[in-house]
């Protein structure tokens, strides 16, 4: 028996963007944008926290709530507390429930990306300094349509 492994109906967001707010103007905020005129359900900060949430409990949520998370990664993700939070649960989900993980470099190097986490260095990404925004929002728009026809066996 098949059955879809990433099915929209099962989750309220196709995407979860992390990103660390050094990166918000110049890449996370632009892509969110447009993944939403792309018509897409996007998980992002500025879409999803009001003043009195519990970020943690929000966070979590948001993450548990999307079946592929976008990774910006810079020096800046790198060390931070919510950004680590929030890579390590979707490294996590990857693994045990097939969500996929859209690696964005910007300003950093494959070899700072594995000095990082190596693993991370392993899954195909997208670079600002090889691709603008709108063509990385164009290639996960994408994939993320193409998740409902994707089948695995039961």
Same mark, same amino acid.
């Given at each position: 028996?098949?059955?879809?492994?990433?099915?929209?109906?099962?989750?309220?967001?196709?995407?979860?963007?992390?990103?660390?707010?050094?990166?918000?103007?110049?890449?996370?905020?632009?892509?969110?944008?447009?993944?939403?005129? +792309?018509?897409?359900?996007?998980?992002?900060? #500025?879409? !999803?926290? $009001?003043?009195?949430?519990?970020?943690? @409990?929000?966070?979590? *949520?948001?993450?548990?709530?999307?079946?592929?998370?976008?990774?910006?990664?810079?020096?800046?993700?790198?060390?931070?507390?919510?950004?680590?939070?929030?890579?390590?649960?979707?490294?996590?989900?990857?693994?045990?429930?097939?969500?996929?993980? +859209?690696?964005?470099?910007?300003?950093?190097? #494959?070899? !700072?990306? $594995?000095?990082?986490?190596?693993?991370? @260095?392993?899954?195909? *990404?997208?670079?600002?300094?090889?691709?603008?925004?709108?063509?990385?929002?164009?290639?996960?728009?994408?994939?993320?349509?193409?998740?409902?026809?994707?089948?695995?066996?039961?």
């Amino acid at each position: 028996m098949a059955r879809h492994i990433l099915s929209k109906d099962r989750y309220e967001y196709d995407v979860f963007l992390s990103h660390a707010s050094e990166d918000k103007d110049e890449v996370a905020r632009p892509l969110a944008m447009l993944l939403r005129e +792309f018509g897409l359900r996007v998980w992002f900060d #500025e879409f !999803e926290l $009001r003043i009195g949430d519990n970020l943690t @409990a929000k966070l979590n *949520a948001g993450i548990n709530e999307s079946r592929s998370g976008i990774l910006i990664l810079s020096k800046d993700f790198f060390g931070k507390n919510w950004t680590e939070h929030e890579l390590n649960t979707l490294e996590n989900l990857a693994v045990t429930a097939n969500h996929v993980l +859209f690696p964005v470099w910007h300003k950093i190097t #494959e070899a !700072e990306i $594995r000095a990082y986490r190596a693993s991370l @260095a392993n899954i195909v *990404a997208r670079s600002t300094a090889t691709h603008t925004v709108k063509e990385i929002a164009n290639e996960i728009h994408e994939v993320i349509s193409d998740f409902d026809v994707l089948d695995i066996d039961e």
